[in-house]
């Protein structure tokens, strides 16, 4: 009975401990780095592959594209000062 008893205390450690580490992790950012995410139009499903500077449709749904709002053309931002 001891045993079962330490047992099922290191178990439940174990399983509180696990998941309390893995809330941690942030893998938006190392997702979201694809043409799918990064182009001027993207695929509302984000397929993999699709994505493209000019609208159209996606190659692997058939979706329409959809204009990205977070893209920038010439990749930096603008913000805070004119040209």
């Known amino acids: ?6 047992f099922l205390m290191s178990f439940a450690f174990s399983v509180t401990a696990l998941g309390l580490s893995s809330c941690g992790s942030n893998t938006d950012a190392t997702e979201k780095q694809g043409k799918e995410y990064t182009s001027e139009y993207i695929c509302p499903m984000h397929c993999e592959g699709s994505g493209s500077e000019e609208a159209g449709k996606c190659p692997v749904c058939n979706m329409d594209y959809v204009e990205n709002e977070d893209h920038k053309a010439d990749s930096h931002d603008h913000d805070g000062h004119n040209h």
């Open 1 to 6: 009975m001891k045993y079962l008893k330490i």
